[in-house]
């Protein structure tokens, strides 16, 4: 355990923050029993469990502070939620967790394996693998093609950069793996007024990992794929009723031929 946190200051154990945004562990705690589905009312029992000691009002006022932060982007808990309410997920600013981020790049050479060319499915899967094993790996996207830089491209965050070189390395040894390279991500970041001081702060970090497409845009598309359909399936009725047609006019033709 890092640390035990209590309601307590004079008792209370300091606690090291994680990260250059002043994430402590209790603060990482907390989103995990938040996305476990606990209530900003019994989210103290669930800490209990871990060891630490803190009051509902405690509970809540960390969780209000990680909003403020920026932290938390959204949740479905809010002012006019009932008491029995879940906070059933919630959407974290990953700059604000993660002191590093990443973009890895990966070249497949596509080898002879065993006599034979490794697919793509299971070269995703030998880096599925890889990725549950780390736990750093947010996304692999495939971007195969010929003439490409790349094959793969996974992002990654996490809070120790050992971890994530131990876990390239372990990429580059895979057998068709022909190279590997990361790009760090940057957020951009400016000089503020805070009371009268200087301070460093972040930008708005544009993060919207949950996409629907238009309703109406969508229905319209939608609409016209089984227009365009419906139209086909005519087509095909048709020319296949005209093929019968002809086909059982020729049969017709050739029983009155007679003999030669």
Known sequence: MVGRGTDNQEGAIPMKNLTK????PLDVLILQVLQSGATPDTASKELEKHGYVLSRDNVKGRIEDLVKKGVILEHNDGADSKRDDKIKWILVDPSKLFDNQW??????QNPLFERRVIPYSEM???LVEISREYGIVTTIDVVQGEGQNYDFILRIVTNETSHFEEMVEKVRSLGWVHSVDSK????LEGV????????KVHMNYFYEPIKLPDFESYLKTIRQVYRTYDIYLKD???LKQ???????SEDAYDGTQPDK
């Open 242 to 248: 005209k093929t019968a047609k002809k086909k059982s």
């Open 21 to 24: 945004n002043n994430i402590s």
């Open 103 to 108: 973009y890895t790049f990966i070249k497949t």
């Open 236 to 238: 095909e009725g048709s």
């Open 124 to 126: 995703y899967n030998n």
């Open 184 to 187: 760090p991500i940057h957020v």
């Open 192 to 199: 503020g007024i805070s009371k009268n001081n200087l301070t």
